[in-house]
């Protein structure tokens, strides 16, 4: 029988308890995730940047409240992450939360370090207006400080916050030179990606002649879209910089396409043949794939001139990718007039691993030729299948004669374009040239983050449009369906019980 007392006790112990849960969970910090990509576990990368730390790293965040609940669950991933680090560093990840939008001299400091303010729409009674918000931060270790400016709803906010701890750290950082003097695009040209490769890297540019070889502090060699001919000591130079270790990222246009005066070319450079000794044969032919992307075409439609959409299998979108860290977490690249690649091993030492191939239904175009792009396509014109367009090639142990080596097929993909005729480039394209040269210069890891988020999941391009229309149905149906059915199911049980209940004859 309950008593008072005992009442007093359970509530007590239960209050008790919940106050003890609280405690422990300020305290021992920890989440389970069930995400396909885990993309709310910390890395083995980001553990080994945060074990390394020798000093304190402060990050004070500046984030705006009362936000819409789709911008404010930034704060709280952010807020969760922050949690994670400083429990994984053993105190040494400190953080703070400051609402700019407190006061004013609060504002300007957060826009005098750097966070810039977005505006963004906010519901308020029956009313739309617009609010200054602030999503950024602020790292700093010692005398040194990096900015996240901006944090985007939906980022890869790991890779943001490891890559500016590890770029406090570091005592001397890699540097990436991307070769010039051969017609290859300047430093300028390369905004998107620049950008990118500056947080962790000295980039920079390097010319080589007959007397001055490659500088001994390259880590990096890049050499991007060479038009002309590339004379024969700077292969001396090459083959003296990868058998002291050097690595080697070459793009490499086979062919070239003007899309202006509709033709198509050969380009020999002389790099193509250096390249064959190594065990890479970038053929001078022009790739051609169902899964592209689409040109604009100008079409008369009585008086009104319109520009229509044109598939045009010259710009293949690469979406089928190896298993391995370059690669890891994209989902598709745009290579306009990539060539095929053959491997043809010269080195039993060396190991090559095709990390991005052409979908499976393909086709070869030789030049010279001339576009069509009312041409009607057919199946025979696809006849190859999975045709590697890039090779990552890697030595088997210290005695190879090469240690790491990426190879692409096509030079265009990371460029921008110089001045006012660049162009803002996919984020995978950047991503996939950048993952390239970390894995040929940084051993840490971090390159698997950059891509940890997921941000799509389209449907596969050879689905016919009766199954998309399947699946798009029952996302939406489904779960309605199953709620309904739960819905009958639990109100037949109910009715039954209470019948059943109904049916007892009670006796006094």
């Known amino acids: 029988m309950l008593t008072k007392r005992k ?32 993309r709310y576990s910390l890395s083995k990368a980001t553990t080994d940047v945060l074990e390394e730390l020798s000093e304190p790293v402060t990050v004070t965040a500046y984030f705006s409240e009362n936000l819409p609940p789709d911008v404010a669950r930034v704060t709280t991933d952010f807020k969760d992450l922050l949690k994670e680090y400083a429990s994984r560093s053993n105190g040494q990840i400190v953080y703070e939360f400051i609402n700019p939008n407190a006061d004013e ?33 602020i790292i700093q270790l010692g005398e040194k400080k990096e900015v ?64 001055r070889g490659i500088p001994t502090e390259i880590n990096t060699l890049v050499i991007v879209a060479p038009k002309d001919t590339i004379p024969d000591f700077v292969y001396t130079h090459l ?54 992307s689409n040109v604009m075409v100008r079409q008369q439609e009585g008086y009104f001139v ?16 190896a298993d391995h860290p370059i690669t890891k977490g994209l989902e598709s690249v745009v290579l306009p007039f990539a060539s095929p690649i053959k491997i043809i091993p010269t080195d039993t030492s060396l190991i090559y691993i095709p990390i991005a191939l052409s979908s499976e239904k393909t086709g070869i175009n030789n030049p010279p030729l001339r576009f069509d792009i009312t041409k009607q396509w057919t199946p025979s014109d696809f006849n190859l299948s999975s045709v590697p367009v890039a090779v990552a090639v890697e030595g088997k142990n210290a005695q190879s004669t090469l240690n790491r080596m990426v190879v692409f097929s096509d030079g265009d993909f990371s460029v921008n374009g110089e001045g006012q005729q660049g162009q803002q480039l996919q984020p995978d394209n ?18 698997e983050l950059r891509t ?50 109904k049916s007892i004859d009670y006796v006094k």
């Not at 950047?430 to 390159?447: A, H, Q, R």
Request: hydrophobic fraction near 40%; aromatic fraction near 8%; proline fraction near 4%.
């Open 105 to 137: 001299e609060t504002e300007m400091k957060a826009q005098q370090n750097g966070i810039r303010p977005i505006m963004i729409n906010v519901r308020e009674r029956d009313q739309v207006k617009q609010q200054r918000a602030y999503l950024g931060a």
């Open 430 to 447: 950047v991503n996939l040239m950048v993952n390239s040269i970390d894995w040929l210069s940084d051993d840490t890891g971090l390159i």
């Open 306 to 321: 319109m520009n229509t959409p044109v598939s045009f299998p010259y710009i293949p979108i690469i979406s089928n990718f």
């Open 148 to 211: 996240i400016p901006f944090i985007q709803p939906g980022s890869a906010m790991e890779y943001a916050l490891s890559t500016n701890i590890k770029k406090l750290s570091l005592k001397e950082k890699h540097k990436v030179a991307f070769l010039q003097g051969h017609g290859e695009p300047s430093l300028g040209a390369f905004q998107q990606l620049n950008m990118s490769l500056s947080v962790m890297y000295d980039v920079d540019t390097v010319t080589v002649n007959p007397s």
């Open 239 to 292: 083959n003296d910089f990868i058998n002291r270790k050097g690595k080697l990222l070459i793009a490499l246009n086979r062919v070239e396409g003007n899309l202006s005066n509709g033709s198509g070319e050969k380009v020999d450079t002389g790099l193509e043949n250096w390249l064959k000794t190594k065990g890479v044969e970038v053929e001078a032919n022009f790739l051609i794939d169902i899964n592209c």
């Open 452 to 501: 940890k988020e997921v941000t799509s999941r389209p449907f596969d391009s050879q689905l016919d449009d009766g199954t998309k229309t399947l699946v798009k149905y029952l996302n939406f149906l489904l779960p309605i369906i199953l709620i309904v059915i739960y819905g009958v199911f639990r109100f037949q049980t109910k009715r039954n019980l209470r019948n059943k209940l």
């Open 7 to 38: 009442v007093q006790t359970a509530v007590i112990l239960i209050i008790g308890i919940i106050i003890l849960v609280n405690v422990l969970g300020d305290k021992l910090f920890f989440r389970l995730d069930f995400t396909a990509d885990q």
